[in-house]
Every structure is written in C-alpha cells, then in structure tokens.
C-alpha cells in the first residue's frame, strides 16, 4: 500500500528563511488551525486553535520552549521540518482506520506516565512522525506533533 501523506512543502531555493516562514504561518492560520476530523468518535482539533493570537502557530512551528536556543524569551528559528509538514498531522488522522489496517509503521499507544493521552507513531520512509493527543470529555486535543530524527 502507497502511503497517503503529502509531499513536505520544501522552501524554493530562491525563498529566504524568512519569506518562506511568512508564508508558512500564513497557511497554517488558512488551513491548518482550525481544521477538525474524528478520532474514536469524537472531534480532533489544535490546542491553541481558538485563541486569536498565535500561541497556536508558535506551539506547532516551534515546538516547546525549553527545546531551543531563545533571545529575549522567544525562539530564534521555528523548525523547518514542523513546517514542511503541516499537513501530515491531518493527514495521519484523517486516513488513521485504513492505516491501522494495512500498514506496520503505524501504532497508537496510551501514555504511560498520562491515561489521557493516547500517542500516535507513523514511520514514513526515513522520518518518524509523533502525535499526542489528550481526550476531553467531548474532544481529542492534539498538543504536540513532531518529527523524531
């Protein structure tokens, strides 16, 4: 089976870091913030996505604080990789039943340390894909989705 997530949105070389950034940040907030899909019956959204401020684009393209090298309190670079792959944390939900029937590189585990939690592991060609979800009463929020390199 042909895997179903989308090719990464590279920067063009002729893109600087920070163009590409601008653009990234404005399609996350146009199509990937406030996106929804199910998972085990509820709905799944970002945490963050409804505050207006961009706590919930800084979340997703930088990750957490204490992860990088910060001035003045704030990162210095969001991490490339989240950005080229915004689409797969929908995508991976999205097709997450078809997945789980046909492919081994697919798990989904509860958290040990957190019975909330549920963590979801893709392997896709060389990269490593975690999503971690938290169960609401009435909802899954996803409240961090990252590479493992």
Known sequence: ?????????????????????????????DNIKNKT??????????????????????????GGERYHSKKNDKPLYPDMRRLERFDWIFEILENIETCCKNCSSLSITKDRS??????????YNKYRILLVLVERETEYLIITAFLVR
């Open 37 to 62: 899909c199910t998972f085990k019956g509820k709905p799944v959204r970002l945490v963050y996505s409804n505050e207006n401020n961009d706590k919930c684009y800084n979340k997703f393209a930088y």
């Open 114 to 123: 957190h019975k909330n939690r549920t963590i979801i592991n893709c392997i």
């Open 1 to 29: 089976m042909n895997c179903f997530l989308s090719r990464p949105k590279y920067r063009d070389s002729s893109q600087s870091k920070t163009d590409y950034e601008k653009m990234m940040h404005t399609y996350f907030n």
